[in-house]
């Protein structure tokens, strides 16, 4: 009878930096009825590796004493920094700031999206500089949330490490 092993779910992260993303997952270990199979990973990176943006698939397989195997997979998707700041600006949209708050904040998204799509990043770095900013003043005068208004803030400083706004 064939090993069983089991893998994670596929994950979706933002990229932190121009290479990709840094993740972390719990590496699956195969069962059999008959002893312990050896499990290996036979592609992708492994965890705690910096994944490119984009797709990886990694690979898991387990085999018995028998010489059986069974492998599974998984995918590791690190958003684009477009992709996050569409994610970005989709949350500010769902969100229950008023309309001159809302739209001020879309505004500076859409102009730094705009900038990324152009080539323009000294731009894009400047809009969201300006976002963060705006945001904090949001926080500060209590319109949003410190959980929302800080978990924004981290996504655009994420965005900003990866179009190399920042030396992180």
């Not at 933002?14 to 993303?21: F, L, Q, Y």
């Amino acid at each position: 009878i064939p090993p069983q092993i089991t893998c994670p779910a596929n994950i979706t992260t933002d990229a932190t930096c121009p290479a990709g993303a840094i993740v972390n997952y719990v590496e699956p270990v195969g069962t059999d009825n008959c002893g312990t199979p050896t499990t290996v990973r036979t592609a992708g990176p492994g965890p705690g590796s910096t994944f490119p943006i984009g797709n990886t698939t990694v690979t898991y397989t387990a085999t018995d004493s028998s010489g059986n195997s069974t492998s599974c997979s998984f995918t590791v998707t690190v958003l684009t920094p477009q992709a996050s700041l569409q994610n970005l600006i989709n949350s500010v949209n769902a969100s229950s700031l008023t309309g001159t708050q809302k739209n001020g904040l879309l505004a500076k998204l859409n102009a730094a999206l705009s900038a990324i799509n152009s080539g323009q990043t000294n731009v894009a770095c400047n809009k969201l500089a300006e976002f963060n900013n705006s945001v904090a003043v949001l926080i500060n005068n209590g319109s949003i949330s410190a959980a929302t208004g800080n978990a924004w803030i981290a996504s655009a400083n994420k965005i900003r490490n990866t179009i190399g706004c920042t030396n992180n």
